[in-house]
């Protein structure tokens, strides 16, 4: 059907580029069969988001973005606070340590 679409549409150019008049009406139904054609063609064209290979584009893009999320989740309620809490234990056990020192020698 699409190249008989095709040879008909490619027939009503070359008519319009030579500037005929139609006179015949087969001629008239033959361009008004076309219009009709390519416009159900145009109503009825079943549009795709993505390709294939954008579609597995898109995928990795959503994993990275997903995986970098629940990171960032994990840093802030678990590893950060670990390690602020680590450090303010490690420096209040040297302040006690320094503080026993000082008074063994005095």
């Given at each position: 059907m699409g190249s008989i679409v095709t040879q008909i549409y490619t027939n009503f150019l070359n008519i319009k580029k030579t500037n005929r008049i139609l006179k015949d009406k087969s001629e008239i139904?033959?361009?008004?069969?076309?219009?009709?054609?390519v416009y159900l063609q145009r109503?009825?064209?079943?549009?795709?988001?993505?390709?294939?290979?954008?579609?597995?584009?898109?995928?990795?893009?959503l994993s990275i973005l997903t995986l970098g999320?629940?990171?960032?989740?994990?840093?802030?309620?678990f590893a950060v606070p670990y390690w602020v809490v680590g450090s303010a234990l490690e420096h209040f056990k040297e302040k006690r340590d320094a503080k026993k020192a000082k008074a063994e020698q005095a």
């Amino acid at each position: 059907m699409g190249s008989i679409v095709t040879q008909i549409y490619t027939n009503f150019l070359n008519i319009k580029k030579t500037n005929r008049i139609l006179k015949d009406k087969s001629e008239i139904l033959c361009c008004k069969t076309i219009f009709l054609i390519v416009y159900l063609q145009r109503k009825t064209k079943v549009h795709t988001m993505f390709d294939f290979d954008q579609y597995l584009g898109f995928l990795a893009f959503l994993s990275i973005l997903t995986l970098g999320f629940w990171l960032m989740i994990f840093l802030l309620t678990f590893a950060v606070p670990y390690w602020v809490v680590g450090s303010a234990l490690e420096h209040f056990k040297e302040k006690r340590d320094a503080k026993k020192a000082k008074a063994e020698q005095a």
